[in-house]
């Protein structure tokens, strides 16, 4: 079946409710404006339970089907915030607060699960119950959690769940997953080297924290290259150094490094922090100075379940013209948070030639509505077949 006629005739409607959220986008957990508008339109399609306030400004909506005979729930996932970017798209609906954007289409997503939440609504044709969950804060990895942490799952019996995002490059109407590992963990990572400061022109009674601290970056780039599996990818990229001085003739008594690890598989990211802290407290003891690492395990890896991305594949395929393999991407997304507690699956629809994700003029384009929006209503109808 291609894009549903009826959400290609609410596409108009849809794009209005994207663009208005663009206009006025939200960061991390304050998104109130956005939970309300989503609120409001969720009561006004019919919902038969529109809960607010679920990890901080979630919001949740029950659609429950024209029959309920096998007790199935499916969870569907939007995000709805945005970035702390000074936007450069030059589009009529540009943001208007300074310094905030939505970089990474999260208004696309809003809409498009409303509009998916609009038709089953007027349809309800399927056996079985819908919850679509809106979260906050996806950027910094802490909404979706925030939602499972308080029983979400639990409280509406959500047995698998899917989410999807928009993939710039990959042309309007098209799909992209794969099974498996999918998008990376995203930890931080911070290393306090401390030395024994004093006069630049007297190092010799120093223990200089910048030259251990140097020799610390070096020596992490040798765990990618040679204690990690070949075949295995990982990022270890050491992103800020500072030192407790100032001036230039101050040897600091101390320097805080600071990084980011991505990895795909649970083996590599615990040898990573394993091999990092070894490496980091032996070479400064080794120059006479210490060294002390506080590793942060943000978003996890996220996992697609096996029979959930292939039927998944199989909605993409049927609702648009055609659905690839994704590739590994060393990005993370917090949807993996809920794939920890369900099993499901996340997918990439097309947004075309549009710029990367994260960047001042990159916009979600609206053509890729009819594609996301079937992709959620088919998706349901489909696993959950009216009785
Ligand atoms: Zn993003
Ligand atoms: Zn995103």
Redesign the pocket.
Known sequence: MPIKNRLAELLPEIAAWRQDIHTHPELGFDTTRTAALVAEKLRAFGCDEVVTGIGQSGVVGVIRGRSDTAGRVIGLRG?MDALPILEATGAAYASQTEGVMHA???DG?TAMLLGAARYLSETRNFDGTVVVMFQPA??IGKGAKAMCDEGMMDRWGVQEVYGM?NMPGLPVGEFAIRPGPLLAATDEFFIEVTGHGGHAAHPEETVDPTVVASHIVLALQSIISRNADPIAQGVLSVTAMETSSHAYNVIPQSVRLRGTVRTHSADLQDLIERRLSELAEATAQGFGGAAKVEYLRHVPITINATEPAAFAAEIATSVSGGCGEAPLIMGG?DFAFMLQERPGAFIFVGNGASAA?HHPEYNFDDEAIPAGCSWFAELVERRMPAA
């Open positions: 995000d990474c289409g999260h997503h996806e950027e995002h997304e994700l």
